[in-house]
């Protein structure tokens, strides 16, 4: 999957833009405050529907906007040229066209423009909550495993009719069975959906790790949110009484989590900020070799700031990375000097300059361009 034109309107301090960026490599660079986040925002909008600075609209569309747009046109691995709009109103209110068609679900979006993050808070993936992690692991199983959505919709289907009914005890014995066979059904799929995803993920992510950073203890663990060794139809019957108490369901998918851990501790509590950021790296970066895998497309890469935080050789370990995952990636960058090196002779690498919310394609782009 690759963007090979994108149009952006109304996003942050971006003057209205259209880019023809480069299939492979594309290098964003510019003082602070030009936009050159603001250029990765507009993309993760248009694959997810959302920002990853805030969960408003408002805030993204630029000051004297009633909205932004953002239109990009995806060549697929199959060779098919692929239509995407999505419009955001100060309201919120949501459009999202695929190939000139209205469409409801940000799912569409997803499965259309396959994106992965790496910015300065992709540290929160080591040190947040379990969420974070569970929706890491989520993107990864939902693009390999089209089953994976409809067992989920179906889980959150059964925890909204268990959570009202013990908060509010107005359903019969025989609906509260039939919810709960659901709730069991759907939850024992999606963990097995999960755990086939992180058999896979975890030699992809040995394997990454190793090539950018020596940390031989580190080890990623799956719990599936709750005990390993009783069915949860059992666990839900035990925690009855609490569950009702607390007026929603403990127990069950929507509490798994990914563990990153080095011996005894949790790996955000060891790790320095670099350390951090190559580990994530390379979580994401072995998420984008499994979709390469299963021939679903590739996925877009957005590195948001790649020189912070890295020394040369990280610097270098990384870009490595990137260029041999064959996938179209947009890095930003400060000093272009410090990316100008590192990118395979035969890689396309396209520089834009990003001054004041003005974006120009730069006559020196290294590679095949230069
Ligand atoms: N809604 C908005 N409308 C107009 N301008 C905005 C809006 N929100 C933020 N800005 C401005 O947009 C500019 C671009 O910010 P952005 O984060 O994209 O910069 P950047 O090039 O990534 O900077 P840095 O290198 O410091 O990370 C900032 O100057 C910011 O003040």
């Known amino acids: 999957m ?15 833009v259209t880019l023809s960026p480069s299939p492979r490599i594309n290098i ?35 000051h ?46 997803a499965d259309a423009l ?33 089953r994976f959505l409809g067992a989920w919709q179906r889980l959150q289907q059964a925890l909204r009719q268990r959570n009202s009914w013990l908060r509010h005890g107005t359903l019969d014995g025989a609906s509260q069975a039939a919810w709960n066979r659901e709730l069991v059904l759907a939850s024992d799929e999606i963990d097995m ?22 940390l031989d203890d580190l080890k990623l663990s799956y719990y599936r949110g709750w005990d390993k060794d009783r069915p949860l139809g059992e666990v839900l019957l035990g925690s009855l009484e609490r569950d009702r108490l607390l007026g929603h369901t403990q127990a069950g998918p929507q509490r798994a989590d990914l563990r990153i851990r080095i011996g005894q501790h949790s790996a955000a509590d060891i790790l320095s900020r670099g350390q951090q950021k190559l580990v994530v790296a390379a979580l994401r970066i072995a998420q984008g070799h499994l979709l390469n895998e299963v021939k679903r497309g590739r996925c877009i890469y957005l590195v948001d700031d790649l020189p912070s935080e890295l020394d040369a050789q990280h610097r270098g370990a990384l870009c490595q990375l990137l260029d041999e995952l064959e996938c179209q990636v947009f890095v930003t960058c400060v000093d272009p000097n410090l990316l100008r090196e590192g990118w395979r002779k035969q890689t396309p690498v396209s520089m834009f300059h990003v001054e004041h919310g003005c974006i120009e394609e730069s006559a020196d782009s290294p590679g095949v361009k230069a």
């Open 28 to 62: 964003l660079f510019g003082a602070n405050g030009s936009g050159k986040t603001s250029l990765l925002e507009a993309i993760h909008l248009l694959g997810m529907a959302r920002s990853f600075r805030s969960s408003r609209a408002a805030p993204v569309i630029a």
């Open 114 to 146: 396959p994106l992965q993050l790496i910015n300065p808070d992709s540290f929160r993936l080591l040190e947040g909550a379990p969420k974070l992690r569970r929706q890491f692991l989520d993107w990864g199983v939902f693009h390999v495993e089209r």
């Open 2 to 16: 690759s963007l090979s034109r994108l149009s952006v309107t109304g996003v942050r301090n971006l003057h209205p």
């Open 193 to 214: 959906y999960r755990q086939a995803y992180i058999q896979a993920l975890k030699p992809a992510f040995e394997t990454t790790l190793a090539s950018l950073i020596q």
């Open 64 to 109: 004297e906007q009633v909205s932004c747009t953002v239109f990009g046109q995806v060549e697929t691995p199959s060779g098919q040229t692929r239509a995407l709009g999505i419009a955001r109103e100060r309201s919120g209110e949501l459009q999202i066209r695929i190939d000139g068609q209205s469409v409801r679900s940000a799912a569409e979006l």
